[in-house]
C-alpha cells in the first residue's frame, strides 16, 4: 500500500493530464459554439447529451465508481454549455416589431445571450442577415390557427437564407388598455391582422372596429400614444408589461391551442444530420408546364419513402396565376435514396430548392412569461 504522499503525488501527476485534456476539450467546444452561432442552433442539446451519457457510461467498468464519473462528466458538460453561452455573447439577431411583440419574445428565449435588433418588417430582417448586418434572424412561419405567413415564404423562395431550425411559441393573446379601462369602455381594437384573425369571434361577439398593426407590440405602443379608455390592443402580457397597460381581459383567441412557428435563418446551412430522430428538410419547387407535372412530383417525393408533413402553394408575384410548392418532408435528401428522388424529381421541376433542415434538437417549444 502507498504512503499518502505518493498517492498525493500521482493523484498532482493526474491532475496535471486532466488540466492538459480539459484545454483539449474546450477549445473543441469553442469549434461547436462557433458552428452553432453561425448557424443559429440552440446551445443545449437534450438528445446529444444523452448520446454522450450513454457512450461514455461504458469507459467505467467498476460499477462503485460509474455513478461519480457520471456526476463528473455532467458538470463538465454543463461547464461547456457556460463557455458556449459566454463565446456566443453579441451574436446580433434580426427580428420584426419591437420589444414585447411575439417575435421578440421567441428571439429571447431562443437567443438569450444575444443582441436582438429590430426591424419594422419581415423584409428588411431578412436583408439584414442577407448584408451581413446580422448574424441570423427570427421570422414567424407558420400560426396554427391562422396559417402561414405568406410573406415570410416568399423570402424564403426567393432568397439565399438557411432555416436551421424551428420554435414553436404558444401564443395567448389579450386585451390590453390603458389605466383604469375596463371591457365595457372598449370600442375599437388594434392589432397585427393574423391576432385580429385569431381573436375574430371574441371581436365579433363584442362588437369591436378594429384596426391594423404592423405588429402586436406596436399595436400596445399606440394605445398607449391615444389614451384613449374606448381603445385596446390585442398582445401578449409582456406587452402589457412594456408599456404600462392594463390586463383587461386574458387568453382571447379562438384556439386555445393557438401556437406560431418561428423559423431561424443564417447565411449557413446546418450540416445534415440523418442519423437523429425526426430529421425533417424543406422543399421548394416550381413545376414544368405540362399536364400532371405536380401529381408527378408529389408521387416521387411519397414513392422513395419520404413522408410529406405539409404541402402548400402560393402565387409567384412575378408571373401572374403561376406558382410555387413546398414540401415539409421527414428523412435525409442527401442519403442515396434522397439523391436519387432530387434527381427524378428535377424531371417533372423547373426549380428545386433546399431551403433547410433541422431536427429535433433544433426544434422545441416556448411558453410566454406571464
Known sequence: ?????????????IDREIASLFVRRMKAVKEVAEYK?????????????????ARNEGYIDDDSLKGYYLTFL??????????????????????????????????????????????????????AVESGECDLAVLPTENSYAGEVGQVFDLIFNGKLHINGLYNLHITQNLLGVKGAKLEDIKTVISHPQALEQCAPYIKSHGFKTENAENTARAAKA????????????????AAKLYGLELIDHDINESKLNTTRFAVFSKTESARESSRE????????????VAGALAKAINVIGEHGFNMKALRSRPMK????????????????????????LKELS????MLKIAGRYSAASSFDIEEEI
Not at 278 to 289: A, E, M, P
Open 37 to 53: 452561432k453561425e448557424r443559429g442552433l440552440p446551445i443545449f442539446d437534450a438528445a446529444q447529451e444523452e448520446r454522450v451519457i
Open 74 to 127: 455532467q458538470n463538465t458538460m454543463e461547464v461547456s454549455k457556460q463557455y458556449q453561452h459566454r463565446l456566443t455573447e453579441g451574436a446580433k439577431v434580426a427580428y420584426s416589431g419591437v420589444e414585447g411583440a411575439f417575435a421578440h419574445i421567441a428571439a429571447k428565449h431562443i437567443f438569450p445571450d444575444a443582441a436582438l435588433i429590430s426591424y419594422p418588417s419581415f423584409e428588411l430582417a431578412y436583408a
Open 278 to 289: 425526426g430529421s425533417t428538410f424543406l422543399l421548394f419547387f416550381t413545376v414544368n408546364h
Open 223 to 238: 394605445v398607449l400614444d391615444k389614451n384613449d379608455k374606448s381603445v385596446a390592443a390585442i398582445a401578449s402580457v409582456g
Open 347 to 350: 424531371k417533372h421541376c423547373e
Open 1 to 13: 500500500m502507498k504512503n499518502i504522499e505518493d498517492a498525493r503525488k500521482e493523484i498532482s501527476e
Open 318 to 341: 412575378s408571373l401572374p396565376f403561376q406558382y410555387y410548392f413546398y414540401v415539409e418532408a421527414e428523412g435525409d435528401e442527401n442519403s442515396e435514396n434522397g439523391k436519387k428522388m
